[in-house]
């Protein structure tokens, strides 16, 4: 059974900002007014879509009827299209989460292998096969491969799952260029739809055969994923240079943090509500915190510049 993608909708493509979820503050409740303002921020500046309650976007720190009510809203409110994690601990909860987005009306789903319990290579063929059957035709969906956060889908496993023409595509987070290779390579036997999650080495994803890159980084940032992706696909290697200097200075700069704390805190500083962090930070971390927000403020400028904004 082929995926909906495959059978004439338009395929996702260029920058997927990977949108952090604004929390009420001392709450652990989504914050729907600062979520559509985010919205209508990243979507004014050309991204190709937004992809809500990934790892950036923290999902795991939501109930599911929050999830559901701010997906619903989300949607109306873009301009671009929305792709959303439906991960979770159980089958039944991706499905159910699933269900829930092809009613809101979104471009597809992300899916992780279940959470926090390792999986069998064996038992996740069976969860996404059984996954795909009981969602149907209604939604592409997409696998998620993340192993710094749940099970690795293996390179013989996604080979077989993509195969099978049930899945859209995936978003390959582990950064491996080696695991990227071999999505390339299935991607010349099967047409499927294959994005990047490391901003880091996205360039060289581009030359693999990706489409585009689902960026936690372009949350606050979309004007340089954006800029970047331009100038990957002309060939600008002058403008390349320049733009991969700045993602290794912001990205020197946030990965100081637990992710995505230094994200939020950018977007803070460019006047979002980002809202409270899940977990509170040591008295060091918030004290190179307030550093970074100092050195944030005096580099965006700079940074919007190189971007022509």
């Given at each position: 059974m082929k995926r909906p993608n495959a059978?004439?909708?338009?395929?996702?493509?260029?920058?997927?900002?990977?949108?952090?979820?604004?929390?009420?503050?001392?709450?652990s409740s989504i914050d729907l007014g600062a979520t559509l303002e985010l919205i209508d921020f990243l979507g004014e500046r050309g991204v190709g879509g937004i992809a809500l309650l990934g790892s950036t976007g923290e999902f795991v720190h939501f109930a599911l009827d929050d999830r559901r009510h701010m997906l619903n809203f989300a949607v109306r409110r873009s301009r671009v299209p929305i792709l959303v994690n439906v991960s979770h601990s159980t089958l039944d909860g991706a499905v159910g989460l699933a269900r829930d987005a092809v009613s809101a009306g979104v471009a597809g789903v992300l899916v992780m292998p279940p959470y926090y319990f390792r999986q069998s290579q064996e038992s996740i063929r069976s969860f996404f096969y059984t996954f795909a059957a009981q969602v149907g035709d209604?939604?592409?969906?997409?696998?998620?491969?993340?192993?710094?956060?749940?099970?690795?889908?293996?390179?013989t496993?996604?080979?077989?799952?993509?195969?099978?023409?049930?899945f859209a595509g995936i978003k390959d987070s582990s950064g491996s260029l080696n695991y990227f290779q071999t999505l390339g390579e299935q991607r010349s036997k099967t047409p499927f739809t294959l994005f990047a999650g490391h901003e880091r080495i996205y360039g060289q994803c581009l030359r693999i055969g990706a489409q585009g890159i689902v960026s936690g980084v372009a949350s606050a940032l979309p004007e340089l994923i954006v800029a970047q992706d331009h100038a990957y696909r002309a060939g600008d290697q002058d403008r390349i240079g320049r733009l991969d200097a700045r993602l290794l200075e912001f990205l020197t700069q946030v990965e100081q943090f637990p992710w995505p704390a230094g994200v939020k805190e950018a977007a803070k500083q460019r006047k979002l509500k980002a809202g409270a962090l899940a977990s509170p930070l040591g008295e060091t971390e918030n004290r190179k915190l307030a550093e970074f927000a100092e050195w944030f403020r005096g580099w965006l400028p700079e940074l919007l510049r190189e971007c022509g904004k």
């Open positions: 059978a004439g909708r338009t395929p996702l493509e260029g920058v997927i900002a990977a949108a952090i979820t604004p929390r009420q503050a001392q709450e209604a939604t592409p969906i997409y696998l998620y491969n993340i192993p710094a956060c749940t099970s690795e889908i293996d390179t496993t996604v080979t077989d799952l993509l195969a099978s023409g049930r």
